[in-house]
């Protein structure tokens, strides 16, 4: 039998499916070969007696930091609410900080990366975690380099994740690295997940979350993107709306928003032609020509691009059975020339 150890770190408020989640996977290669392969699962808690996830269940771990543990081949750190009252535990970040050294590999999944953080592991590391904190961990940790749209990522012997169910996705990388890809494929079957999940993160996050001081020219010319996305905007006709040249629109916009014009627009059309695949039955094209984009080629060009899955297959995945929003099914507009692409 091939056995490996591995420590699964808990903290009061952690997200419990961030352990449940991936203890499942690696138990199921028990089972599905015969007792021939296992993974010997144990928890570590930061502090003493039963700790609470953030769900209110509560776990008593098998050992806490402050005990001796038997060498792991892999450490995992689950994210969740409490991540962010255990940051200044110097106990914790000198105990991952000697794990990381000694151990094969160590994970953090969703927020925990920031625990890696605050034990300086990120340093020139590329590292990922959930759509909802990568502004904030790029911004508390400026060494790190912050992929905010993947799901998972390895960097070495350093592995992070998205949030929540992304520890089955890391746990299925795992298997695979430790008992092959027909494994992998088994437990993903098993639990009805796929082993490789399509697309990244922004197919569930919300594309437009720079925005403008309010009542500023810019915020308005955000506004008026927004309700006129049809129409064939250009720098040039945009820069002379707002009484001013093409370079000091683009130069001011990207000063404001974070994020430049063209690029504002073209992820405002994609959030809107997400909605127009979730909410209504137009065909791709009829939604080509209502956001703004020049042809059904652009938008699956862009789509694509932009988050790593095709509209059709988006539409398949998270189409809603109950279209229920008039505002979604009223008359498409005249087709148009041309975009900002």
């Known amino acids: 039998m091939r056995k490996i150890t591995v420590g699964m770190v808990l903290f009061p408020g952690f997200q419990l499916l ?43 771990p098998d050992r806490t930091i402050f005990d001796p543990c038997p060498p792991f081949d892999t450490v995992i750190l689950p994210g969740g609410l409490g991540i962010f009252q255990v940051l200044e535990d110097s106990t914790l970040s000198e105990w991952l900080v000697r794990q990381h050294t000694s151990c094969r590999r160590i994970a953090a999944i969703c927020n925990g990366v920031f625990a890696f953080g605050a034990a300086g592991m990120l340093n020139n590391r590329t590292v990922t975690t959930h759509w909802m904190d990568a502004a904030r961990l790029s911004s508390m940790f400026p060494k790190a380099k912050v992929e905010p749209d993947l799901i998972y ?71 008026y993107l927004l309700d006129n996305l049809h129409l064939n905007h250009t720098m040039a006709s945009l820069a002379e709306r707002l009484a001013m040249s093409p370079r000091n629109l683009s130069r001011i916009f990207s000063k404001e928003c974070g994020v430049s014009l063209i690029a504002f627009l073209n992820d405002a059309r994609i959030d809107a032609a997400r909605r127009y695949l979730e909410s209504t039955d137009h065909s791709v094209g009829e939604i080509a020509k209502q956001c703004g984009f020049e042809s059904v080629d652009a938008l699956r060009r862009i789509f694509t691009r932009r988050l790593r899955i095709s509209p059709a297959d988006y539409r398949q995945r998270f189409r809603s059975n109950d279209i229920t929003r008039p505002e979604l099914q009223k008359p498409l507009r005249p087709p148009l020339t041309g975009s900002v692409s």
Do not use: H, W
């Open 18 to 60: 961030d352990i449940a989640g991936p203890r499942d996977a690696f138990a199921e290669v028990r089972i599905l070969s015969k007792g021939e392969c296992e993974y010997e699962i144990l928890t570590v808690g930061t502090t003493r007696g039963t700790i609470p996830s953030s769900s209110g269940l509560t776990i008593v």
């Open 153 to 223: 990522l390895k960097d070495g012997g350093i592995y992070s994740t998205a949030g929540v169910t992304a520890g089955i996705d890391l746990a299925l990388v795992m298997i695979e690295e430790d008992f092959g890809k027909k494994m992998a494929l088994d437990v993903a079957k098993y639990l009805i997940v796929y082993v490789r999940r399509a697309g990244g993160q922004s197919q569930f996050s919300p594309l437009l979350e720079m925005q403008a001081a309010g009542d500023s020219q810019i915020q308005n010319l955000q506004q």
